[in-house]
């Protein structure tokens, strides 16, 4: 079995790391995140229509009526999603009449929900403070689990997991909703455990491999496990394509997000997470000490 010195370039990635959080930061305190109405508030209203038109016609409907700045979304069947800060009853029952004229809307399946800004920022609140839970909660277990020092570069893989997938809803404007936070939270479970699968199989390698560099031990317990970290991914992105393909709106949000953190999850695991540990693991006098020897 090839082992490859991947640990050997871990400045390399350490680049990396800083190029992406730097991306991450830049898009969230600039770009900002385009929040759904359970976020900030506002209307929504589903329709459904025998003769489904274009997004651009509904768009042009909406607009048509008074409604400013609407987000027209396709959800499959003939279902239209359209959000907006405000729609008066006036406004909604004339969308609603030409719906039913030009496309057949069915005013049964019609809906409209309105959502205050209040309670927009109370889920706003409870979102971070679930994401938040989550972190220190993981955090508390990989320190009891392994030790500090394995939890630590493992929070930070995670921290660029959602901060990837959080810079890539910035750039491009995709909306942030309640399943958009459900996928963050399984995000961080996914990537938990690649890493988890990965520490391990380093802590079981260390009582085996007493003259070694911490590197060399890394960049073989990468090695063992890589072929299953990549296996399981394939198989978990395959159904999560399809969802993103062909899924209604909630679903393709949810997806969305997920495609993502599955991706940088696999390899923050490798490249994120184990190169801070050996970068903190090098410092302590035993493996300095077979550092200096390996060199010798």
Do not use: C
């Amino acid at each position: 079995m090839k082992v490859y010195p991947l640990m050997r370039y871990k400045k390399w990635y350490f680049l990396f790391l800083g190029l992406v959080t730097l991306f991450a930061f830049l898009a969230f305190f600039v770009l900002g995140l385009n929040y759904g109405i359970e976020f900030q508030g506002g209307v929504r209203i589903e329709a459904k229509m025998a003769n489904p038109p274009s997004t651009n016609e509904v768009r042009s409907l909406v607009e048509g009526v008074g409604v400013k700045g609407p987000v027209v979304q396709p959800a499959g069947g003939g279902v239209f999603v359209i959000t907006a800060d405000n729609v008066s009853q006036l406004q909604y029952d004339q969308m609603l009449a030409q719906m039913t004229t030009k496309y057949g809307a069915n005013k049964a399946d019609a809906s409209m929900e309105q959502i205050g800004p209040s309670f927009g920022a109370e889920m706003k609140d409870r979102a971070l403070i679930a994401i938040a839970v989550s972190m220190l909660g993981i955090l508390a277990f990989l320190s009891w689990r392994f030790d500090y020092k394995f939890a630590v570069p493992a929070i930070v893989a995670l921290f660029h997991d959602v901060g990837l997938t959080l810079g890539i809803y910035a750039v491009t404007g995709r909306m942030v909703t309640t399943a958009t936070v459900a996928a963050m939270l399984t995000i961080l479970g996914y990537s938990l455990n690649d890493t988890i699968i990965v520490f391990d199989r380093i802590r079981e390698n260390t009582g085996y491999m007493k003259r070694e560099t911490y590197g060399s031990m890394v960049d073989l317990s990468i090695r063992q496990t890589v072929a299953r970290s990549i296996n399981t991914s394939i198989a978990t992105l395959l159904p999560v394509t399809t969802i993103l393909l062909f899924g209604g709106t909630t679903l393709k949000d949810f997806a969305f997000a997920l495609f993502i953190g599955i991706i940088s999850g696999t390899y923050s695991s490798i490249f994120v997470a184990s190169p801070l540990l050996v970068l903190w693991k090098e410092r302590e006098p035993r493996y300095r000490k077979r550092m200096a020897a390996e060199s010798i």
